[in-house]
């Protein structure tokens, strides 16, 4: 089914946690960093403000790529019934397909001492399974991040992961995850965290209040 977004011509984000961005920009466009380097774009390829997406479609591409058992996932139960922060909830669109996705969420480290931590869990990464070798969740992982950074939302980020792939090509590690807890079941390494702001503390890690 074909996805119904405008070309998207200019790099205009609104970065806010209320705001919907209203343009997209083309891999093309985004410089290239140590870290994050991109493979090269497909030409056909454009990035566009997730909400521009009719929500039936993302769900039916996350069923594609991780699977109908998806929502038992320990991912699921920290960011609870938060709404995803629409800057930097981004799509790939392909000639009027959807190939890919990727959702951030406001969580809060709840500490031991009391004190309370706004950060913010990216992920799902969803590509489309037959695009998943062609650079397509990279590229998605970097337009975020790259949002997160306009919008002085990078200084605690954090998600679930493989840290052979995070923290090669974008510098995520779990030095200081080794305290939290999350509410179900989690690999201690693939906690990673990234940014300056991340607590190196002990505490719950849960969806940000409303």
């Known amino acids: 089914m074909a996805v119904a977004v405008e070309a998207p011509d200019r790099d205009l984000f609104p970065l806010a946690f209320g705001a919907a961005p209203t343009h997209a920009r083309r891999a093309k466009d985004l410089p290239v960093t140590a870290s994050a380097t991109l493979p090269p774009p497909a030409a056909a390829v454009a ?25 038992a996932r320990t991912a699921y139960r920290v960011r609870g019934e938060s709404a995803p922060i629409a800057a930097l909830s981004i799509a790939a ?30 992920g799902p990464v969803a590509v489309e399974p037959a695009r998943q070798r062609d650079g397509i969740g990279r590229m998605l992982m970097t337009h975020a991040l790259r ?62 209040p409303r």
Request: glycine content about 14%; overall charge negative.
């Open 147 to 208: 949002a997160a950074h306009e919008g002085g939302l990078d200084g605690a980020l954090m998600l679930i992961g493989d840290p052979e792939y995070y923290g090669r090509f974008f510098g995520f590690s779990a030095e200081r995850t080794g305290g939290w807890r999350l509410p179900g079941p989690f690999e201690a390494r693939r906690l990673l965290a990234k940014g300056a702001a991340v607590p190196a503390t002990t505490g719950e890690l849960r969806a940000a």
């Open 93 to 122: 669109v392909e000639d009027g397909q959807l190939i890919g996705t990727i959702q951030c969420w406001p969580v809060v480290l709840a500490a031991d001492d009391g004190a309370i931590h706004a950060m913010v869990m990216i």
């Open 47 to 71: 990035f566009v403000p997730l909400d521009s997406v009719a929500a039936p479609m993302v769900e039916a591409l996350l069923d594609r790529a991780f699977g109908p058992g998806r929502h």
